[in-house]
């Protein structure tokens, strides 16, 4: 049996794309090992879905770059002394690496020369993060050394996995060679999202019309201008609500936004809601809201919940951002303004009034997001790993029409 190890610094359970990834793995009779970190009390080991987990206990208490750098060099020696330790009695044949940092890659420096091929899967681009979260100039010793960090980890990778076509456009710019990388995108378990999955209760059941949003509540996600659009909006809207789902630093401040908006009734700020209910929160909502900020990193965006959306049969209002529109188009999503909040109102009150646009833009995304599904991924995922492992590819290969929307390797 073949063994691979991944190593994310995040919390396991909740990470989408690596879940995705190693029950892949493991459904297709790897060996999984997955490294990560701790979530507050929880085991030091486990099983989960045929994957065993090892943890390592660090707070994520992010925030300053002091933090960031103490945390990710903690991970990165536990991770090179685990992935090792492990390499001597399992050699890995392959070793997923997950940004963000980049530097991660080198955890497994020396299994690397013990024969394993390693796979650095950006989640991120990093410069462009810092660029987004602390303001930061293109032109800062900062950002220019973590783009020379950045190349230095694509370069040490045997392969390089991206989440979308603009971002992988922007590091072939930056010397990543095209043949050594292949897009894997954020795309939804349609088995988990599919319409038609029992419903959770939600709101007080007088609702004919809902929006919701769901995952984490900071502000590059926009939900303050989802509360002041539907602020402007909720008098052509009779019996409309907008559900927000999650937690998050900006928890406090939607509330108090939408006590002043006086709206308390229509706005229901739901909290966090576990991942085996959001599909059933999915099938009551009548629109997804995704009003996504703008800015270095935010126009590269592909959010794991539109997918979500798209698969739960939903309509979307969302942002006109770079990465989205490569993939879509106005008849498949409704797009709005970042910036503007009048607009995202007008878009609430256009899907509010008229079923069958919401019906068309439905159908319609269905259609172009048919290249880019999770089956296509995860077959495209597991050819990759089975070519650096040494063994012929057996799997079915994505549509032709993929190669218009996703490059193909």
Same mark, same amino acid.
């Not at 685990?82 to 392959?94: D, G, L």
């Not at 095209?178 to 029992?198: C, E, L, Q, V």
């Given at each position: 049996? =073949?063994?691979?190890?991944?190593?994310?610094?995040?919390h396991? &359970?909740f990470?989408?794309?690596?879940?995705r =990834?190693?029950?892949?793995?493991?459904?297709?009779?790897?060996?999984?090992?997955?490294?990560?970190?701790?979530?507050?009390?929880?085991?030091?080991?486990f099983?989960?879905?045929?994957?065993? /987990?090892?943890?390592?206990?660090l707070?994520?208490?992010r925030?300053?770059?002091?933090?960031?750098?103490?945390?990710?060099?903690?991970?990165?020696?536990?991770?090179?002394?685990?992935?090792?330790?492990n390499?001597?009695?399992k050699?890995?044949?392959?070793?997923?690496?997950?940004?963000?940092?980049?530097f991660?890659i080198?955890?497994?420096?020396?299994?690397?020369?013990?024969?394993?091929?390693?796979?650095?899967?950006?989640?991120e681009?990093?410069?462009?993060?810092y660029?987004?979260?602390?303001?930061?100039?293109e032109?800062?010793w900062?950002?220019?050394?973590?783009?020379?960090?950045?190349?230095?980890?694509?370069?040490?990778?045997?392969?390089?996995?991206?989440?979308?076509?603009?971002?992988?456009?922007l590091?072939?710019?930056?010397?990543l060679?095209?043949?050594?990388?292949?897009?894997?995108?954020?795309?939804?378990?349609?088995?988990r999202?599919?319409p038609?999955?029992?419903?959770?209760?939600?709101?007080?059941?007088?609702?004919?019309?809902?929006m919701?949003?769901?995952?984490?509540?900071? =502000?590059?996600?926009?939900?303050?201008?989802?509360?002041?659009a539907?602020?402007?909006?909720?008098?052509?809207?009779?019996?409309?609500?907008?559900?927000?789902?999650?937690s998050?630093?900006?928890?406090?401040?939607?509330?108090?936004?939408?006590?002043?908006?006086g709206? &308390?009734?229509?706005v229901?700020?739901v909290?966090?809601?576990?991942?085996s209910?959001?599909?059933?929160?999915?099938a009551?909502?009548?629109?997804? /809201?995704?009003?996504?900020?703008?800015?270095?990193?935010l126009?590269?965006?592909?959010?794991?919940?539109?997918?979500?959306? !798209?698969?739960?049969?939903?309509?979307?209002?969302?942002?006109?951002?770079?990465? !989205?529109?490569?993939?879509?188009?106005?008849?498949?999503?409704a797009?709005a303004?970042?910036?503007?909040?009048?607009?995202?109102?007008?878009?609430? !009150?256009?899907?509010y009034?008229d079923?069958?646009?919401?019906?068309s %833009?439905?159908?319609?995304?269905?259609?172009?997001?048919?290249?880019?599904t999770?089956?296509?991924m =995860?077959?495209?995922? %597991?050819?990759?790993?089975? &070519?650096?492992?040494?063994?012929?590819?057996?799997?079915?290969?994505?549509?032709a029409?993929a190669?218009?929307?996703?490059?193909?390797r």
């Amino acid at each position: 049996m =073949k063994s691979v190890c991944l190593i994310v610094q995040n919390h396991y &359970e909740f990470d989408p794309r690596v879940r995705r =990834k190693a029950e892949a793995l493991a459904g297709a009779g790897w060996d999984v090992d997955v490294l990560a970190l701790r979530t507050g009390d929880g085991p030091a080991n486990f099983e989960l879905n045929g994957v065993h /987990v090892e943890t390592m206990a660090l707070g994520k208490q992010r925030g300053s770059l002091l933090r960031y750098t103490y945390e990710y060099g903690a991970f990165l020696f536990w991770a090179f002394a685990r992935v090792h330790s492990n390499m001597r009695r399992k050699r890995y044949a392959v070793i997923d690496v997950n940004t963000l940092p980049d530097f991660l890659i080198f955890a497994p420096l020396f299994a690397r020369r013990m024969g394993a091929k390693l796979v650095l899967d950006m989640h991120e681009i990093t410069p462009e993060f810092y660029r987004s979260k602390y303001g930061m100039n293109e032109q800062s010793w900062i950002v220019r050394t973590l783009t020379v960090l950045e190349k230095l980890s694509f370069d040490f990778a045997d392969h390089v996995l991206t989440i979308n076509q603009p971002i992988l456009d922007l590091l072939v710019a930056r010397g990543l060679p095209a043949s050594k990388a292949t897009i894997i995108m954020n795309s939804a378990d349609g088995a988990r999202f599919a319409p038609g999955t029992p419903a959770t209760p939600a709101g007080d059941g007088t609702a004919t019309f809902a929006m919701i949003y769901h995952g984490t509540l900071t =502000k590059i996600y926009g939900l303050d201008r989802a509360i002041e659009a539907f602020a402007l909006a909720e008098r052509d809207m009779p019996g409309a609500e907008l559900w927000i789902l999650g937690s998050g630093t900006e928890s406090g401040a939607l509330a108090e936004l939408t006590k002043a908006r006086g709206l &308390e009734s229509k706005v229901k700020l739901v909290g966090q809601v576990p991942g085996s209910q959001i599909p059933g929160w999915l099938a009551r909502a009548d629109v997804g /809201v995704l009003p996504i900020r703008r800015d270095p990193l935010l126009d590269f965006a592909f959010p794991n919940k539109l997918p979500e959306y !798209i698969v739960s049969g939903k309509a979307v209002i969302i942002s006109r951002l770079g990465a !989205i529109q490569h993939y879509f188009s106005d008849r498949a999503v409704a797009y709005a303004s970042p910036t503007d909040i009048n607009d995202l109102a007008a878009q609430m !009150i256009r899907l509010y009034r008229d079923p069958e646009l919401r019906r068309s %833009l439905v159908r319609q995304a269905a259609e172009e997001y048919a290249p880019i599904t999770w089956d296509v991924m =995860k077959a495209r995922y %597991l050819n990759l790993m089975d &070519e650096l492992s040494g063994v012929p590819q057996t799997r079915a290969v994505e549509p032709a029409s993929a190669g218009s929307h996703v490059a193909a390797r």
